[in-house]
């Protein structure tokens, strides 16, 4: 055992003593200009490194150097510029002269992708044939292999020719690569712009065997979070894998995929081209859908028991605000198609079974060529259209609804929630915009409406015209009815910028029949419906006066804000006309039985009025 630790301690020493040998002997600003010509060598651009250059020695053999660039050819800034680089070198090669760079690592680093660091050719360089020969292999006597590269702490600039720029801050990337060309990277990074941020943090395995020709990349791990003005409170965020593939022909594929927004999953695939319009076609399949949390329309119930809406992260800077102009719209950019099916849907507090849609666009027009699914008992469909071309978003539907639940499909477009039953329309609806608002204000069109099982919250027509005429009349009475009194509504409505119209409206239930009419006025939170109300059964006392009710449809009126309706009942006219005729009846019966006096100009005359 002693033996083995002094052998041990010699070989230390004699390490030690190497490395430092080798420090003292060998200078490393003599690899300075080799490393500036291998590099414009290898591809054209510059390399600079500014202040002495030295070893360190611990806990790897490195160099160390001071501020450096690297400069495309032609360009007016350099692509990378670094206040110091480290490069971690291979021992035994130095001990044979020879420089083997196993890594190299920036910290604190500046990369510019602008125009303005872009390789721009000479003015005057000669025109030739383009060289498709392999380049010629090297002769020198020394070699430059990296194995990894580190960046830390840096910043990337991204530039459009538009002049849009992009910050990519507090970059941290780590590659390395085999012998194979299989790259191994992580990568981390914030984006902040407009008052939101976006982290990532990128796990992938990359085959660059055959780049450029083909590229292949396997992203084992990514996460990213996006929050800050005008997003939903929690922000967006998840995790993805995938499988990608890329060939010079500017097409492309990404297999297995499956990424997660907050609480919902999709998995699926897509496909496609890159060029001057790319041509994309997305697969997708989602478990859950839930879109409420991803669009910011999630509710919370306050201290007094209502139902609120939950906080976005605050509104967007004025600066940042979104132009009503669909110029930059990416659909007015690329071309594509979209199959995505969905188990379970959420929307607005809505959940929807089976939703299949199909869709295309071509040159700004979006075709939604099948829109369905399925509600409780209910199914429906809207296929339509949506045209980009115009500075404002065009929207053609023509829903098609089947036994729809209506109180939450109201709730939904933020309408009072007080009237229940089963919805069936059929109708066209347009207008431009795709918000509730938009909805309220700006769209127009037409259907044709049944309503099963309804029932109006607060308003029992029956029980309203019995108590009024109990009031006004001793000679009958209401008998005892059912509390809630279901009915069936048919009819047609149409809609013009907020106003929506009912007309040939009719109902019916056990006890009552009506037709109506009106208006509801969406946009100012208004009301004014009319009807005509003949409640058929439920009475008891006087048959006449029961055979009139029967017969003689009440004039109801509702009219007034949502939240402070007033309604106006005018039985008296029913009861008014029934004395009336009940007078005119006992005239012509007296006059009938006084002949003489019946024929006079008095009583003839006061029949007649009545």
Known sequence: MKRFITTLAILLVVIVAGMTALVLLVNPNDFRAYMARQVEQRSGYQLALNGDLRWHVWPQLSILSGP??????GAQQPFVSASNMRLDVKLLPLLSHQLAV????????????TPDSAAQRPANAPQGPADTAPPPPLTQRWTFDIDNLQVADSLLIWQQNSGEQLNVRDLNLQLSQNAQRHAHIEFGSRVSRDQRELLVNLNADVDLSHYPQHLAATVNQLDYQLSGADLPREGVKGQATLQAEWRDSDAFSLKNLALSLNDSQLNGSASGTLGDRPQIALDLHASVLNLDPLLGLETEVNSEGQNIQTQRGGPAPVIAQPVQDNASSPFNQMDGQLALSADKLNWRGMTFDGVTLQGNSSNGLVTLATLTGKTGNGQFSLPGSLDFRHAQTQIALTPSLQNIAVAPLLKAFELPASLSGDLTLNGSFSGAGLSV??????????????????????LNFQRMIQRAVERSSSRVHAAAGPENDFQQITGKMSLQKGLLAFVDLHGRASMLNYSG????????????????????????????????????????RIYGPWDGLNYSLQIDQVLRQQLQDEAKKRLKAWSEKNPQSGKSSSVQKLINDL
């Open 517 to 556: 009419k009106g208006t509801v006025n969406m946009a100012d939170k208004q009301a004014d419906m009319n009807f005509g109300i003949t409640v058929t059964e439920g009475w008891q006392g006087d048959s006449e006066l029961i055979g009139r009710l029967q017969q003689t449809p009440v004039p109801l």
């Open 68 to 73: 450096m660039t690297l400069t495309a050819p």
């Open 437 to 458: 608002p938009a909805f309220k204000h700006a769209w127009q069109g037409s259907a044709e409406i049944s309503l099963n099982n309804a029932l109006l919250s607060g």
């Open 102 to 113: 196993k890594q190299v690592l920036l910290k604190g680093a500046v990369i510019r992708l």
